[in-house]
């Protein structure tokens, strides 16, 4: 080999070496920017809110003690009282610990896999997550999953790398998450008890020394595990054990589960993407067998383990699609793991076809296509306070959560709509904070306006899903319907008042008593002897412009 092809050689692999880095922190910069977009805005509602009352309502020690009727989590709910104490609290606050965790698991997840995937694989690893929506989604809402499911992701990995290596030292990655894991969500305990057992068979198999001082290091690292668990776990296990089985076997997972959930796990709705999706996947799934056959069995057997709990155990709703995926978070890394190297392979094949001309073109093809078809454009337009809203993240289909809409609907919000987007800020009132009875996700996906969420209870008792006024001031998206000072800070346009919003719920909504006509009717008049005639009126809303002058201009509804 002459000097010239050397120096070829080299220059070609910095070029390799330059566009590999450009690529990634592309990847990260898009992943980054999808998880952080308008997330000040979005309310905090549904699940977010359980935790919240428990930290806002209790001690310390009950915290500690206690996982609640609603589980919430224990370490978040801890953070959470914290920054209450601290006069901390707020939307950013509240979701700051899991985006932190989405955006690590872009980081870190595809670096520990590094050595056991091929380059390419790790790439479009690090890309698929960073696009997925489900992962998304779960950076962006105030619960433990994404943290749960990364921190178990990374230690069974990191298990496996130890295993693998000369190292005797104990595997302290794995301990930590395998005891942080399921603290945050005790769902992720079958994938974080299993790897043990499977690897500790694998050394007994082998035989020999070094699997004897593997097994040993093992055993002390469960030890440490088990410890850790029931320092953390055991008092609230045995205070309030009864709270969980309340949750055990409520559910059936039937094939609609499965069909529906495979297709959150891909990221989109259309049948002719996600039938070439689990042909890549099972392409991977081979490809490791052939390259990393023991790797390979280890995450599927994982994976299994932790589908099989799901089943066996089948806690409650986990018949819908996004609740059965959400106790097996975990496995979608897994999953898309062996996805990235299907496609890689598949590339492969491509460029060596094309003489290395198309060389990365496949991938960068089939992540556009799964980008373009998912639900990323839908969700993610501007403003939506509601990103987390089931009407996006139940199901990827457009029209598949028609029955979450309003059921009736003012004129006023297509009036609202012929308004610039954005423009104009809106204050909602009341509110229903359960996704299945809040129909203003589905109004902002018409009317296209910056809203907040109005309380309307009594300021010494709040109402269901409301706060206390000291802690409301905290959060930006929340107002009360009294609070003037608010009201011009937040520079409102428009307060709407509902009428009786159970009517405007769609059919079959679990509709309660509350929130609606009495204590609005009381409002309507505090709010017609401060403003006069209101801007618009019709049978279901009452709207008051706070702005007379911005208002005049924009003419009648």
Not at 108 to 131: E, N
Not at 363 to 373: E, R, W
């Amino acid at each position: 080999m002459n000097q010239a092809t050397t120096s070829e050689i080299k220059t070609s692999s910095r070029i390799r070496s330059t566009s590999t880095i450009t690529g990634i922190l592309a990847v990260l910069f898009i992943g980054g920017a999808l998880r952080l977009d308008a997330i000040g805005g979005q309310i905090v509602a549904d699940d977010e809110l359980h935790a919240l009352r428990v930290a806002a309502s209790r001690s310390y020690g009950f915290i500690l003690s206690h996982f609640g009727h609603s589980d919430h989590c224990i370490p978040l709910t801890l953070f959470y009282k914290t920054t209450i104490d601290l006069g901390l609290i707020s939307e950013w606050t509240m979701r700051a610990p899991v985006l932190l965790f989405g955006i690590f698991a872009l980081l870190v997840c595809p670096w520990t896999v590094r050595k056991l995937f091929s380059q390419g694989t790790t790439i479009t690893l690090t890309a698929l997550l960073a696009i997925s929506p489900t992962f998304i989604y779960y950076s962006r809402y105030a619960r433990p999953y994404m943290i749960a499911s990364a921190a178990a992701f990374v230690g069974i990995l990191a298990l496996f790398r130890w295993f693998q290596s000369s190292k005797e030292t104990p595997p302290w990655i794995w301990v930590t998450c395998a005891i942080l894991a399921p603290y945050f969500h005790l769902t992720t305990l079958p994938m974080m008890l299993m790897p043990p057992i499977l690897l500790g068979f694998w050394a007994i198999c082998k035989q020999g020394k070094a699997a004897r001082s593997k097994l040993r290091g093992m055993l002390f690292a469960s030890e440490l595990i088990a410890l850790g668990l029931v320092l953390l776990l055991g008092v609230p296990f045995f205070y309030d054990g009864a709270n969980l089985s309340e949750k055990v076997g409520g559910g059936k997972i039937g094939l609609a589960t499965i069909i529906g959930s495979t297709k959150l796990s891909f990221g989109t709705h259309v049948p002719w993407i996600v039938l070439p999706a689990l042909f890549l996947l099972i392409w991977g799934v081979l490809t490791g067998f052939r390259k990393q056959q023991g790797f390979t069995v280890y995450l599927l057997l994982l994976g299994l383990t932790q589908v099989a709990a799901t089943i066996l155990v089948h806690p409650s709703q986990v018949n819908d699609p996004v609740i059965f995926l959400r106790y097996c978070l975990p496995c979608l890394f897994i999953l898309l793991s062996f996805f990235a190297c299907g496609i890689d392979e598949l590339d492969g094949k491509i460029a060596r076809i094309t003489s290395s001309r198309l060389q990365g073109a496949t991938a960068l093809f089939v992540l556009t296509g799964l980008f373009l078809a998912g639900p990323i454009q839908r969700t993610y337009f501007h403003p939506n306070n509601w990103t987390n809203h089931a009407i996006y993240q139940y199901s990827y289909h457009p029209k598949a959560q028609g029955h979450l809409k309003p059921e009736l609907s003012s004129e006023f919000y297509n009036f609202l709509r012929q308004q610039p987007r954005g423009s104009l800020r809106i204050v909602e009132a009341p509110w229903y904070p359960e996704w299945s009875r809040n129909v203003y996700g589905g109004y902002q996906e018409k009317h296209r306006q910056t809203m907040l969420v109005g309380f309307v209870g009594n300021l010494n008792k709040p109402r269901e899903g409301e706060l206390s006024p000291d802690l409301t001031r905290h959060f930006k998206n929340y107002v009360w319907l009294d609070d003037w000072d608010r009201m011009k800070e937040r520079r409102i346009d428009f307060v709407i008042l509902h009428k009786n919003l159970a009517q405007e719920l769609p059919s079959g909504a679990n509709v309660q008593p509350e929130p609606v006509t009495s204590p609005m009717t009381s409002w309507m008049t505090r709010y017609q002897s401060r403003y006069s005639t209101p801007f618009f009126e019709d049978s279901i809303i009452m709207v008051f412009d706070l702005r007379p002058s911005l208002s005049s201009a924009l003419g009648t509804p």
